[in-house]
């Protein structure tokens, strides 16, 4: 089992910044990716972004040259940086990490963070 806390959201105008972090703990040996996903209110959960074990990074387009996701392997955290933030990155972001055992993807969930932009 891999327990995952994140941390960092809240309310922030446009333009704004704010960094977002997870901390893994458990079998936290297994996790092949962690990265980040954001559910607005009406839509689906989507990828925000992501990173492997081998700090290869994928971003959705939206976020791209905004946002930055990196990772602390001594602390097993991971971050995102987001700037110049925007009214519609406006979600609960949640924090996933995934391991593959050869066959299929498991993936475990944070609680969710909730990102306000807003003036």
């Known amino acids: 089992q891999v327990r995952l806390v994140e941390s960092g959201g809240g309310l922030v105008q446009p333009g704004g910044s704010l960094r977002l972090s997870c901390a893994a703990s458990?079998?936290?040996?297994?996790?092949?990716?962690m990265g980040w996903y954001r559910q607005a209110p009406g839509k689906q959960r989507e990828l925000v972004a992501r990173?492997?074990?081998?700090?290869?990074?994928k971003y959705a387009d939206s976020v791209k040259g905004r946002f930055t996701i990196s990772r602390d392997n001594a602390k097993n955290t991971v971050y995102l940086q987001m700037n110049n933030l925007k009214p519609e990155d406006t979600a609960v972001y949640h924090c996933?990490?995934?391991?593959?055992?050869?066959?299929?993807?498991?993936?475990?969930w944070g609680q969710g963070t909730q990102v306000t932009v807003s003036s």
């Open positions: 458990g079998s936290i040996f297994s996790i092949n990716r």
């Open positions: 990173i492997t074990s081998d700090g290869i990074t």
């Open positions: 996933n990490a995934a391991y593959y055992d050869g066959e299929q993807w498991h993936d475990y």
